[in-house]
């Protein structure tokens, strides 16, 4: 019997067609065909990355159109004028009610302070040098927790979300929820200095006094890598948003670049004659650039592709500087008592002079030492943490105007916070994937011509090769007592052909005899890429005794006459 009507009409408007059945748009004009390709399917593989290019360009280009909001920039009408004599009182009555509530002053006691802003740029972490921790939602003003922990405390970093946040702390690393309740002591970060936490790789990074750099998964646990800086305690920290490449200043004026999985450095630089005391990344560039700031009063700014010298320095009053890149490549520089904004592309335009690049905007800070400058994501504000608390000064063009609310929303609730947390710990990337060339994945990897087949048997990787076999594939092996040796061998078994049977001990004995000699001992200590007369010497002396066995075996045998001795012989 027939199903009615009804209930087709039901399964074919439930029903969902797989992805690898769906119709797709069509690709865009323009793109290569790839008709020169000999291979059917490389050719197809080209030509389906090719228009998966096109489509999401012509995507991105599209989604331009709803990215409404522009950032905001300070202009002046005349030559003569300059933006950074605007101060803060004008900008706040230029500016809109909403923009105007980011200028604050903060003042606390237990200084000096330190700030950190959430991905959303909606809330707000700090602490001070005696203990005071506390975070809040610094748009309305409502507090979640407030903590007098009582013991010094050096930094703090939100997790994934507004929900954890962790301190360093005297001793070690602690983790507390929204509501300020302890729930983890992280034991293996010992006197933590400085934090870090990479929000795609789930990672909590530490960096302490004992000079040491671990990196904690916080989804497992577990210590995903622990690295030994061997350069002293370390006060400066700071990650490329792009490749999630940690940057460390030293003590000795030094600058590293460390990845999870590779025990040193994958980059060293001397940056200063001095203690590195600021250090960040501009994010607006995809990781291009990076600022430094040394106790020798130097900012310098550096182009990570080449490393072969300094884009733009200057020399700052006040000895070092706390820096910090705004999403919109603005540069902020926390020094004596002022703090100064530089903008690009000033900041990245090599010049030969040392000589400061054009000011944007200033503001005078009187409690001294800043400690740190934060910029606020999708807001034009900056943090200043200081002896006396925190000041938060309007920066005009400083953050980015739009946002995706798939990365970081400040509106979520509380359902799509959940639903972004679980889709973020789905979509965790393994800490092997982090290296300083991100763009690696999804290309076709260059055969290797450091890979050999030991005896004919199997590929192994030239760097877990012995080191003869190593010399070998180099060229660069003295085989020679190998090649006699075997010829001896050879020859000794050939001339035992015709001789009675011998027992397998018997045999294993004869292979044995004249292994341990003391000239052979030197020459295989001896076996190196090095020409040593000695044992040249020696060499040549071991292979005329071994001609003169040969010929007098030769003569045993009968296969040759016997020279005749000669009066000559003496002049030999």
Same mark, same amino acid.
């Given at each position: 019997?027939?199903?009615?009507?009804?209930a087709? /009409?039901? %399964?074919?408007?439930?029903t969902?067609? #797989?992805?690898?059945?769906? #119709?797709?748009?069509?690709?865009?004009?323009n793109?290569?065909?790839?008709?020169?390709?000999?291979?059917?399917?490389?050719?197809?593989?080209?030509?389906?990355?090719?228009?998966?290019?096109? *489509?999401?360009?012509?995507?991105?280009?599209?989604a331009?159109?709803?990215?409404?909001?522009?950032?905001?920039?300070?202009?002046?009408?005349?030559?003569?004028?300059?933006?950074?004599?605007?101060g803060?009182?004008?900008?706040?009555?230029?500016?809109g009610?909403?923009?105007?509530?980011?200028?604050?002053?903060?003042?606390l006691?237990?200084?000096?302070?330190?700030? *950190?802003y959430?991905?959303n740029?909606?809330?707000?972490?700090?602490?001070?040098?005696m203990?005071h921790?506390?975070?809040f939602?610094?748009?309305? !003003?409502?507090m979640?927790?407030e903590?007098?922990?009582?013991?010094?405390?050096?930094? +703090?970093?939100?997790?994934?979300?507004? $929900?954890?946040f962790?301190?360093a702390?005297?001793? &070690?690393?602690? +983790?507390y929820?929204r509501?300020?309740?302890?729930?983890?002591?992280?034991?293996?970060?010992?006197?933590?200095?400085?934090?870090? /936490?990479?929000p795609?790789?789930?990672?909590l990074?530490?960096?302490g006094?004992?000079?040491?750099?671990?990196?904690?998964?916080?989804?497992?646990?577990?210590i995903?890598?622990?690295?030994?800086? %061997?350069?002293?305690a370390?006060?400066?920290?700071a990650?490329?948003?792009?490749?999630?490449?940690?940057?460390l200043?030293?003590?000795?004026?030094?600058?590293t670049?460390?990845?999870?999985?590779?025990?040193?450095?994958?980059?060293?630089?001397l940056?200063?004659? !001095? #203690?590195?005391? !600021?250090?960040?990344?501009?994010?607006?560039?995809?990781g291009? &650039?990076?600022a430094?700031?040394?106790?020798?009063?130097?900012v310098?700014?550096?182009?990570?592709r080449?490393?072969?010298?300094?884009v733009?320095?200057?020399?700052?009053?006040?000895?070092?500087?706390?820096?910090?890149?705004s999403?919109?490549g603005?540069?902020g520089?926390?020094?004596?008592?002022?703090?100064?904004?530089?903008t690009?592309?000033?900041?990245?335009?090599?010049?030969?002079a %040392?000589a400061?690049?054009?000011?944007?905007?200033t503001?005078?800070?009187?409690h001294?030492?800043?400690?740190?400058?934060? /910029?606020c994501? /999708?807001?034009?504000?900056?943090?200043?943490?200081h002896?006396?608390?925190? $000041?938060?000064?309007?920066?005009?063009?400083?953050?980015?105007?739009?946002f995706?609310?798939?990365?970081?929303?400040?509106?979520?609730?509380?359902?799509a916070r959940r639903?972004?947390?679980v889709?973020?710990?789905?979509?965790?990337?393994?800490?092997?994937?982090?290296?300083?060339?991100?763009?690696?994945? !999804?290309?076709?990897?260059p055969?290797?011509?450091?890979?050999?087949?030991?005896?004919?048997?199997h590929d +192994?990787?030239?760097?877990?090769l012995?080191?003869?076999?190593?010399?070998r594939?180099?060229?660069?092996?003295?085989?020679?007592?190998?090649?006699?040796?075997?010829?001896?061998?050879?020859?000794?078994?050939?001339?035992?052909?015709?001789?009675n049977?011998?027992?397998?001990?018997e045999?294993?004995?004869?292979?044995?005899r004249?292994k341990?000699?003391?000239?052979?001992? &030197?020459?295989?200590?001896?076996r190196?890429?090095?020409?040593?007369?000695?044992a040249?010497?020696?060499?040549?002396?071991?292979?005329?005794?071994?001609?003169?066995k040969?010929?007098? %075996?030769?003569?045993e045998?009968?296969?040759?006459?016997?020279?005749?001795?000669?009066?000559?012989?003496?002049?030999?």
């Amino acid at each position: 019997m027939a199903p009615p009507v009804d209930a087709l /009409f039901v %399964k074919v408007q439930n029903t969902i067609l #797989p992805k690898s059945l769906r #119709p797709t748009s069509p690709p865009p004009d323009n793109v290569p065909k790839h008709k020169h390709v000999k291979d059917i399917k490389l050719r197809r593989e080209l030509n389906r990355q090719a228009a998966h290019a096109a *489509r999401s360009k012509a995507l991105v280009e599209d989604a331009e159109l709803l990215l409404t909001s522009e950032a905001g920039k300070m202009q002046v009408e005349t030559e003569l004028e300059r933006t950074w004599r605007i101060g803060q009182d004008d900008i706040v009555q230029s500016a809109g009610q909403e923009a105007a509530k980011g200028r604050r002053e903060l003042k606390l006691d237990g200084g000096p302070y330190r700030s *950190r802003y959430s991905r959303n740029g909606r809330h707000l972490a700090i602490v001070g040098n005696m203990g005071h921790v506390a975070t809040f939602d610094w748009q309305t !003003g409502t507090m979640h927790a407030e903590l007098q922990l009582q013991e010094t405390c050096r930094d +703090i970093t939100f997790l994934q979300d507004q $929900s954890f946040f962790a301190v360093a702390q005297k001793k &070690y690393v602690f +983790i507390y929820d929204r509501d300020g309740v302890e729930l983890h002591r992280l034991k293996a970060h010992i006197e933590p200095t400085r934090l870090e /936490f990479l929000p795609y790789h789930w990672l909590l990074a530490s960096v302490g006094n004992n000079g040491f750099l671990k990196y904690q998964d916080t989804s497992t646990g577990h210590i995903v890598a622990e690295h030994r800086t %061997k350069l002293g305690a370390c006060h400066t920290l700071a990650q490329n948003q792009h490749n999630a490449v940690l940057h460390l200043g030293h003590s000795n004026g030094v600058v590293t670049l460390w990845t999870p999985n590779i025990p040193h450095p994958v980059v060293q630089i001397l940056a200063h004659l !001095g #203690p590195v005391v !600021g250090l960040s990344v501009d994010p607006s560039s995809g990781g291009r &650039y990076m600022a430094t700031s040394g106790r020798d009063g130097i900012v310098k700014v550096w182009d990570c592709r080449n490393w072969k010298g300094t884009v733009r320095e200057w020399t700052t009053r006040g000895g070092g500087a706390e820096l910090e890149w705004s999403a919109r490549g603005a540069l902020g520089v926390a020094v004596g008592g002022s703090v100064n904004v530089y903008t690009k592309p000033s900041i990245q335009t090599p010049h030969a002079a %040392k000589a400061p690049p054009p000011l944007y905007l200033t503001h005078p800070i009187p409690h001294r030492p800043l400690t740190s400058a934060r /910029f606020c994501p /999708f807001q034009d504000i900056l943090t200043i943490g200081h002896n006396a608390g925190l $000041s938060s000064i309007l920066v005009p063009g400083a953050g980015e105007p739009n946002f995706d609310s798939t990365e970081a929303d400040p509106f979520e609730n509380k359902k799509a916070r959940r639903e972004r947390e679980v889709k973020g710990l789905l979509d965790k990337i393994q800490p092997d994937m982090i290296t300083l060339d991100p763009d690696f994945v !999804g290309g076709l990897a260059p055969p290797t011509t450091l890979t050999t087949a030991v005896n004919d048997t199997h590929d +192994i990787t030239f760097a877990r090769l012995p080191r003869l076999e190593r010399l070998r594939v180099q060229g660069k092996a003295d085989e020679t007592e190998l090649v006699n040796d075997d010829v001896e061998d050879v020859a000794e078994a050939d001339g035992d052909k015709n001789d009675n049977p011998q027992s397998r001990a018997e045999k294993e004995k004869r292979k044995m005899r004249g292994k341990g000699k003391s000239l052979k001992r &030197y020459l295989r200590k001896q076996r190196k890429n090095v020409i040593d007369p000695t044992a040249v010497a020696i060499r040549a002396k071991l292979e005329k005794q071994r001609e003169e066995k040969r010929v007098a %075996k030769a003569i045993e045998n009968g296969h040759i006459e016997a020279r005749k001795p000669s009066a000559l012989d003496r002049f030999r």
